[in-house]
């Protein structure tokens, strides 16, 4: 896997027994050092190697339009339109990123074929990377790096079929990252950096498309945003160690701070801090308000 995929996943997958080769990420899709190069070699200096090929692979697509698409079907007409919230009764939009491009496009076959021929199938392609149509998209942007993963790439894998896309949007690491920290704080969802281009790319196409804008105003619309992964992949990336210990205090901080501010009780050997006042420093620290304040991402430890 490329340099920069996160330690979890690697930490994950030698759990459950592989061995994971780390490969440059700058490294050209079809470069001899390419995370896909390297597999190619030893699948054919091991014995009994094969690779499973998410790229090429035609079961990536179809496993999405028996499964995936199929249950995002069930879960938006079987749930019960009210005055409050109207349903149109079926899936309207479809947005999602585009990594291998199996789960986009299975998602849209599922949807189109057998539910709403007119559903709208909207991808989100990062920055830099080339999937989205028209090419002129990705010009813009052309060989610049992007820290979301899982989506995007310098080559168009067999398995996407970028033709069934409606309509494409770019999006930047920043708003992504941005939209994934509304995710958590506002819903609840413990959710990466794909899922957060997945949301702000549906936000942006919304309100800049022409036919977003007339989806937006269109009561009891269904648009499913797909989230596909989670937080777990990505505890120790600094992005997400930024947003989660250098974020600004928030209203409730600031107050405890107040309530728990360091006291001094007089002792028989001059001035002490009382156990609240323990207690009150690591709030302080959170909100500024303590001497020599620690960064929360400390540089020597390779993580800011």
Avoid at 8 to 13: G, H, I, R
Avoid at 33 to 54: M, N, T, W, Y
Avoid at 189 to 206: I, K, N, T, Y
Avoid at 217 to 240: C, E, H, Q
Wanted: some cysteine.
């Amino acid at each position: 896997m490329p340099n920069k995929m996160s330690l979890e996943k690697e930490a994950a997958l030698r759990a459950l027994g592989a061995e994971v080769v780390r490969t440059p990420t700058e490294a050209a899709w079809d470069a001899p050092e390419s995370h896909i190069g390297v597999a190619r070699k030893l699948q054919r200096e091991i014995p009994g190697g094969i690779i499973l090929d998410q790229y090429a692979n035609v079961n990536n697509p179809l496993a999405h339009e028996h499964t995936t698409g199929p249950e995002i079907i069930e879960a938006v007409t079987l749930t019960p339109a009210t005055a409050a919230q109207p349903s149109s009764g079926k899936v309207d939009v479809v947005v999602a990123g585009a990594g291998t491009g199996g789960t986009i496009t299975g998602i849209s076959r599922a949807i189109k074929k057998k539910h709403n021929k007119e559903c709208i199938v909207v991808g989100v392609d990062p920055k830099g990377s080339i999937l989205a149509l028209p090419e002129s998209l990705n010009t813009a942007d052309a060989g610049a790096s992007y820290i979301v993963e899982g989506i995007g790439y310098d080559f168009v894998p067999d398995v996407l079929s970028r033709v069934e896309m409606d309509h494409w949007i770019k999006t930047s690491d920043e708003e992504a990252f941005e939209a994934v920290r509304k995710l958590m704080r506002m819903e609840g969802l413990l959710v990466g950096g794909s899922s957060g281009s997945s949301l702000s790319g549906a936000l942006r196409w919304l309100s800049s498309n022409e036919v977003g804008k007339r989806i937006a105003k269109t009561k009891g619309a269904n648009v499913v945003v797909l989230l596909p992964d989670g937080i777990r992949n990505y505890m120790s990336k600094p992005w997400f160690l930024k947003m989660a210990l250098e974020a600004e205090p928030s209203v409730l901080a600031k107050k405890i701070a107040s309530v728990l501010r360091p006291s001094k009780e007089p002792s028989a050997n001059g001035i002490q801090m009382n156990s609240v006042d323990t207690v009150a420093n690591g709030i302080a620290v959170r909100t500024g308000d303590a001497p020599n304040r620690p960064n929360a991402l400390d540089e020597s430890s390779g993580r800011g």
